[in-house]
Structures are given as C-alpha cells and as structure tokens.
Nanobody, 116 residues
Framework: VQLQASGGGLVQAGGSLRLSCAASGSIVSNNIMGWYRQAPGDRRKLLAIIDTGDRTNYANSVRGRFTISRDNAKNTVYLQMNSLKPEDTAVYYC???????????WGQGTQVTVSS
C-alpha cells in the first residue's frame, strides 16, 4: 500500500488547513486510516482515526478542532484542521492499517507550520 499526503503549509494561528491522503495498491475492505504528527524532538502521536464505517476517535488535544473523514470510493482520508495553534506545528503523517494482517503503512509526511 502506498500513501500520498498533501495539503500542508504555513498558516497563521486561528487559521485552517485541510490535509488529504490517498491510498493505492493492495487495499482491503477491513482497514483503519488515521493521522499522526511528530514535532521536533518529540515522538509521533496519534491524532485521529476512522474506520470504513466512519467511526472516529480523536486525541484530546485536537478533539473539537480537527475532523477526520474519508471517501472509501477514492481510498482517501482527510483531516480538516480549524483553529490552528502554534503548538500544532509538526510533520503530519497519514496511516493505513490492514486490520487482517495488522500491518501499518505510512505516508511521506507533510509539514504544517502555524505562526503566532
């Protein structure tokens, strides 16, 4: 499975960005897709996940500001980020997990920078 993320960039505090991540290759119906981020000097952290039935879960740090969604026909997951803060600055990674094999695949990462 290959993942191609896009949509990062520079935004002022309080602004919005929308990330997209398209999966291709050996896609299976039983999967979860999600978004993680990694700030300099920190570990990669889970932000949000969504299954093929559109059930979602969010980290407390982004709940209410970020919304994850997916288009199963396009094998694409989105992350709408609103009310961005400087502490949201990080490299954002999309993830695809095959629930049958429990194998994770990662996108290349996209930089999000929020200026104060």
């Amino acid at each position: 499975v290959q993942l191609q993320a896009s949509g990062g960039g520079l935004v002022q505090a309080g602004g919005s960005l929308r990330l997209s991540c398209a999966a291709s290759g050996s896609i299976v119906s039983n999967n979860i897709m999600g978004w993680y981020r990694q700030a300099p000097g920190d570990r990669r952290k889970l932000l949000a996940i969504i299954d093929t039935g559109d059930r979602t879960n969010y980290a407390n740090s982004v709940r209410g500001r970020f919304t994850i969604s997916r288009d199963n026909a396009k094998n694409t997951v989105y992350l709408q980020m609103n009310s961005l803060k400087p502490e949201d600055t990080a490299v954002y990674y999309c993830n695809y997990r095959n629930l049958r094999t429990v194998v994770d695949y990662w996108g290349q990462g996209t930089q999000v920078t929020v200026s104060s």
